[in-house]
């Protein structure tokens, strides 16, 4: 069974500041890829990044990136220069590929203070 | 069309009352997820298709909830004598097949039970 889990439920950081929102896994798969999405308040989730575990290159999404550890299990999602507009929870998911379903963590609702 | 398109946005009904929610996929995806999002909780895979494959149920709470995709697009999925606990909001989602891993997400509805 694969977990996701993200221990930060709510995190704040300044504008123009840079945070770090923490994820961990638990698999036994070989071939996944580990995503972070975004909700709003539109209820819309909206991907922000995407990892290929075989690749060990961080992804890298504008403002946006990775700090993949894949022997520690970690996903970790650094937003540099926020913006009001990043405001909103944000969900760390795991698919196992060729997969079915997304592993979703119970999500870390960020705010961007002015 | 554009995006995933779920209808509707908002959904009030009385206890024991059977109600239909409806996701369009965009046009040419063949993998279509549900998920489910309660408050405060991460998203809950209920239900996948891909093309004309069995679909994966094994998310689904119980015999109460069902699902359905007629022509590979449209999906519905049933919850029937709705119960206080599924009250939630629902999530669509869509991908171009099983090995494409992005998928867009609709915006939800919203079920109120009362």
């Known amino acids: 069974a694969q977990t996701v889990t993200q221990s930060q439920p709510e995190m704040s950081v300044q504008e123009a500041e840079t945070v770090t929102l923490s994820c961990t896994y638990d698999?036994?798969?070989?071939?996944?890829?580990l995503f972070w999405y975004k909700q709003p308040p539109s209820r819309q989730m909206i991907l922000v990044i995407r990892?290929?575990?075989?690749?060990?290159q961080n992804a890298t999404e504008n403002r946006f990136s990775v700090n993949f550890q894949k022997a520690a299990k970690s996903f970790s999602l650094k937003i540099s220069d926020s913006q009001l507009g990043d405001t909103a929870m944000y969900f760390c998911?795991?698919?196992?590929?060729?997969?079915?379903?997304?592993?979703f963590g119970t999500g870390t609702s960020l705010t961007v203070i002015p | 069309g554009a995006g995933v398109s779920q209808s509707p946005s908002n959904k009030v009904t009385e206890k024991g009352k059977d109600v239909e929610l409806r996701c369009d996929p965009i046009?040419?995806?063949?993998?279509l997820y549900w998920y489910r999002q309660s408050l405060g909780q991460g998203l809950e895979f209920l239900i996948y298709?891909?093309?004309?494959?069995?679909?994966?149920k094994s998310g689904l709470p119980s015999d109460r909830f069902s699902a359905e995709r007629t022509g590979g697009s449209v999906s519905t999925l049933t919850i029937q004598r709705t119960q206080q606990e599924d009250s939630a909001v629902y999530l669509c989602?869509?991908?171009?097949?099983?090995?494409?891993?992005?998928?867009?997400f609709g915006q939800g509805t919203r079920l109120t039970v009362v």
């Open positions: 989602a869509s991908s171009l097949d099983s090995m494409n891993t992005e998928a867009f």
């Open positions: 698999t036994s798969e070989s071939n996944y890829y």
């Open positions: 990892q290929e575990a075989y690749k060990q």
């Open positions: 998911a795991f698919m196992k590929h060729p997969g079915n379903q997304f592993y």
């Open positions: 046009s040419g995806h063949t993998a």
């Open positions: 298709f891909q093309g004309n494959s069995a679909p994966d």
